[in-house]
């Protein structure tokens, strides 16, 4: 077994230490040692963005990212959105808009929206589209999603 190493990372806005092992993925170290089991190990290889945190403010699929790479990193969890309990309006416009069912892919596309809403408050459909792309939905569609994104932007105007 390697030798744990100690990583230091402001997650969800406070300073947090953990230990982990060279080979573990950020995922692994959020759900199973940090117990921020929001973000969802849907395909373990990187193509479906159910595991999407922001690491420095970018987007990223966190079963590809090794947790020692999070050293003085700056890491945002689905769980990091909601401030006091109280749902933002990007997750009211998801509820309202019906865009979520089983719920796997949703923390996903929380936070791949909110890093694109963060540096384009006003996207077309076209660039919600794109930036979406690498977040898979087997059960809504994606117009409903579409959809709760522009409702989110139309609420930032």
Not at 120 to 143: K, M, S, V, W
């Amino acid at each position: 077994m390697a030798k744990k190493q100690l990583i230091t990372a402001i997650i969800n806005g406070e300073e947090r230490e953990f230990a982990c092992e060279p080979r573990q993925s950020l995922l692994e170290v959020l759900r199973d040692s940090l117990q921020l089991t929001g973000a969802k190990e849907g395909c373990n290889n990187g193509n479906c963005g159910a595991c999407t945190v922001l690491l420095n403010g970018e987007p990223v699929v966190s079963c590809l990212v090794l947790a020692v790479e999070a050293e003085g990193a700056k890491i945002e969890t689905v769980e990091g959105i909601a401030a006091g309990g109280q749902l933002q309006p990007l997750q009211q416009c998801f509820l309202e808009g019906a865009a979520l069912q089983c719920g796997v892919c949703t923390p996903g596309f929380l936070m791949t929206t909110k890093a694109l809403l963060e540096r384009n408050p006003h996207p077309t459909e076209e660039e919600i589209r794109f930036q979406l792309a690498g977040n898979l939905c087997r059960c809504t569609g994606y117009d409903k999603i579409v959809r709760a994104v522009q409702a989110a932007a139309e609420g930032a105007k």
